[in-house]
């Protein structure tokens, strides 16, 4: 029951956290090419690491986690603003490259089908 409970609350921050980098933080170091991936919330609500995807360079990256975490006192006012729960969780913001690894994996596939389609043909 109250692991239901946690996944409702990681999903409803992540949905707060994505408008909120989006539309409210300011920063410049922030990337516009970035996302909020997933959010893990502990069972007593006190911490959320939240997993950030950047499309771009390392970087891009770097400068996106950096301002995230200048921005953090921000992002948890706002949160509290937006959510009603007893405790508003303390944000650690991690790289997260699943995004990055999808394309890949993406691009490679389409390279092989194109190899297997000039076997065909001869």
Do not use: C, W
């Amino acid at each position: 029951m109250a692991y239901y409970r946690i996944n409702r609350i990681s999903e409803e921050i992540r949905k707060e956290i994505s408008d909120i980098i989006r539309y409210d933080v300011k920063d410049p170091r922030i990337s516009e090419m970035s996302s909020v991936v997933k959010v893990e919330v502990t069972g007593d609500l006190r911490y959320a690491k939240i997993y950030i995807s950047v499309l771009g360079n390392e970087e891009d990256r770097k400068n996106t986690l950096e301002g995230l975490k200048k921005a953090s006192g921000f992002i948890r006012r706002e949160l509290g603003n937006r959510m009603d729960i007893r405790y508003i969780p303390e944000l650690q913001f991690v790289s997260d490259h699943s995004i990055e690894y999808s394309v890949e994996i993406s691009r490679k596939i389409n390279e092989l089908n194109l190899g297997q389609e000039g076997k065909d043909d001869n």
